[in-house]
């Protein structure tokens, strides 16, 4: 069955940058792309990006832009999400979500979500 | 990019059918047949229940059902259970490699 498995929470200084991870299996982990959707706490959801595993090509929100990084490891099929220059703004429950087979504009699948918590 | 515009709360008791609706704009909602619902039960990653406007992912209940007139798009639940209490959002592709969600709206099963 198709998972997708999450790095832990962390815990960050404004400044700084936080790298999460999303481990995928149970599906061919370049037929899909991979979006990186948002959540602050009692907020609602916030697209970030996407990545397609396939060739790497990204797709960024403009609130994004510049400050986040999405990449790809096939070898491990792992999706990773960099994003820097964090302020407390930034606090939020970070999910990676799989594309559904009708495209990517669907999301079928989500990791378990990481909260990120950036506080001095 | 705006976000599309939920009311922020819905209520019904068990058994009725609710409606959430989904405002966005002619460069959203209104252009793209590319409208998802989403369900979100505390503490839990969302699920989706709708996609491409009407159409519902294997496994889902038919007690979801989607439609859109001109920038709004809708989701009804009919036979309200207790289980359905969670939140909802829409999410629209809106054009130049964009995704936007609603703001959400929060369902009290009464």
């Known amino acids: 069955q198709v998972q997708l498995v999450q790095s832990g929470a962390e815990v960050k200084k404004p400044g700084a940058s936080v790298k999460v991870s999303c481990k995928a299996s149970?599906?061919?982990?370049?037929?899909?792309?991979i979006s990186w959707v948002r959540q602050a706490p009692g907020q609602g959801l916030e697209w970030m990006g996407w990545?397609?595993?396939?060739?790497?090509?990204?797709r960024h929100a403009q609130n994004f832009q510049g400050r986040v990084t999405m990449t790809t490891d096939t070898s491990t099929t792992t999706a990773y999400m960099e994003l820097r220059g964090l302020t407390s703004d930034d606090t939020a429950v970070y999910y990676c979500?799989?594309?559904?087979?009708?495209?990517?504009?669907?999301?079928?699948?989500w990791g378990q979500g990481t909260l990120v918590t950036v506080s001095s | 990019q705006s976000a599309l515009t939920q009311p922020a709360s819905v209520s019904g008791s068990p058994g009725q059918s609710i409606t959430f609706s989904c405002t966005g704009t002619s460069s959203d909602v209104g252009t793209y047949d590319l409208v998802s619902w989403y369900q979100q039960h505390p503490g839990k990653p969302p699920k989706l229940v709708i996609y491409e406007v009407t159409k519902r992912p294997s496994g889902v209940s038919d007690r979801f059902s989607g439609s859109r007139s001109g920038n709004t798009a809708s989701l009804t639940l009919s036979g309200l259970q207790a289980e359905d209490e969670a939140d909802y959002y829409c999410c629209s592709y809106a054009g130049s490699r964009n995704l936007v969600f609603g703001g959400g709206t929060r369902l009290t099963v009464l």
């Open positions: 990545i397609s595993p396939y060739n790497d090509d990204t």
């Open positions: 149970g599906y061919s982990f370049t037929s899909y792309g």
């Open positions: 979500a799989r594309d559904a087979d009708s495209g990517w504009y669907s999301k079928a699948y």
